[in-house]
């Protein structure tokens, strides 16, 4: 079945960097909608950043722009968050998603990702100041 796993998260001071990895399984892995979501406590979830896979293309929500990227690495089937010039604000829980569908672009894959094929498991980021 679709499955995506996810690892690596924690704790950073502000203006430090976390790398957070997520590997897919049980589907093709080119040619789909990855992302990106956190949810801090009390407030909605959001999505920090998507991909098509294979597709070189990236969207970015506004607040992790420039400081935050999302890449692939196919030969291992698995999306990363390098998460540079981290903000006590990036506080969150972090999950990665996966829908099964191609998009021209990967600013399409939020109203797909509403109802994704599978969620990771989740990890805990914490920046403190």
């Known amino acids: 079945q679709v499955q995506v796993v996810q690892s690596g998260g924690g704790s950073a001071e502000a203006g430090g960097r976390l790398i957070l990895s997520c590997a897919a399984s049980?589907?093709?892995?080119?040619?789909?909608?990855m992302a990106w979501f956190r949810q801090a406590q009390g407030k909605e979830r959001e999505a920090v950043a998507t991909?098509?896979?294979?597709?070189?293309?990236?969207y970015y929500a506004d607040s992790v722009k420039g400081r935050f990227t999302i890449f692939e690495d196919s030969a291992n089937n698995s999306i990363y968050l390098q998460m540079d010039s981290l903000k006590p604000e990036d506080t969150a829980m972090y999950f990665c998603?996966?829908?099964?569908?191609?998009?021209?672009?990967?600013?399409?894959?939020?109203?797909?990702?509403?109802?994704?094929?599978?969620w990771s498991q989740g990890t805990q980021v914490t920046v403190s100041s």
């Open positions: 991909i098509v896979t294979g597709g070189h293309s990236e």
């Open positions: 998603a996966t829908r099964r569908v191609w998009v021209p672009n990967a600013s399409k894959c939020l109203s797909h990702l509403a109802q994704p094929d599978a």
């Open positions: 049980g589907y093709p892995f080119r040619s789909n909608c």
